[in-house]
T-cell receptor
């Protein structure tokens, strides 16, 4: 049963704490992406990785960090430096050479109070 | 140059009607134009996609129309149903493994 899993579905944290969101895929996809979604803002790219041990900043990388130690995994850390971290976070992956075929995970809704 | 502009932001259509969502782009290097559908609380899913050498692509009730000279493309949902109520995103991709450029989305509500 292939796909992308994100855990947990809901996450609550206190302001000032770092939090790591999990993203795992068993589709053997090369590229992985993290997006943030806020009402009326569409999908904003945070970070992406096209290959293991390499990643690039997206449009809104400030206050976030990622790692890509394994092909299957692309965790996102929301640091205390992120001014407004409450949002819906989506992970996606694409097979090599097909950037338009993004497969999205179910998302994690992060609430920071 | 990298933007994809999508309109309208929200749309209400009667059941059985036609829903039309429009997108425009500037970068002529874009070579693939997918549409994604997202239900509340879920991740988006690829709905239909078109290359710029094709003027129209139809899959069931969903049709993409593409106007290369005007740099515009649109999604038509025929016989719209309440189950089509979702947010729709247009997108564009360039050759190579660069990230998709997404429009800001259109929230469609189909009412009975």
């Amino acid at each position: 049963d292939g796909g992308i899993t994100q855990s947990p579905k809901y996450l609550f944290r206190k302001e000032g704490q770092n939090v790591t969101l999990s993203c795992e895929q068993n589709l053997n996809h090369d590229a992985m992406y993290w997006y943030r979604q806020d009402p009326g803002q569409g999908l904003r790219l945070i970070y992406y990785s096209q290959i293991v041990n390499d990643f690039q900043k997206g449009d809104i990388a400030e206050g976030y960090s990622v790692s890509r130690e394994k092909k299957e995994s692309f965790p996102l850390t929301v640091t205390s430096a992120q001014k407004n971290p409450t949002a819906f976070y989506l992970c996606a992956s694409t097979p090599g050479g097909f950037p338009h075929e993004q497969y999205f995970g179910p998302g994690t809704r992060l609430t920071v109070t | 140059q990298q933007q994809v502009k999508q309109s309208p932001q929200s749309l209400i259509v009667q059941k059985g009607g036609i829903s039309i969502i429009n997108c425009a782009y500037e970068n002529t290097a874009f070579d693939y134009f997918p549409w994604y559908q997202q239900f509340p609380g879920k991740g988006p899913a690829l709905l239909i996609a078109i290359r710029p050498d094709v003027s129209e692509k139809k899959e069931g009730r969903f049709t993409i129309s593409f106007n290369k000279s005007a740099k515009q493309f649109s999604l038509h949902i025929m016989d719209s149903q309440p189950g089509d109520s979702a947010t729709y995103f247009c997108a564009a991709s360039r050759p190579g493994n660069t990230p998709l450029v997404f429009g800001k989305g259109t929230r469609l509500s189909v009412i009975a």
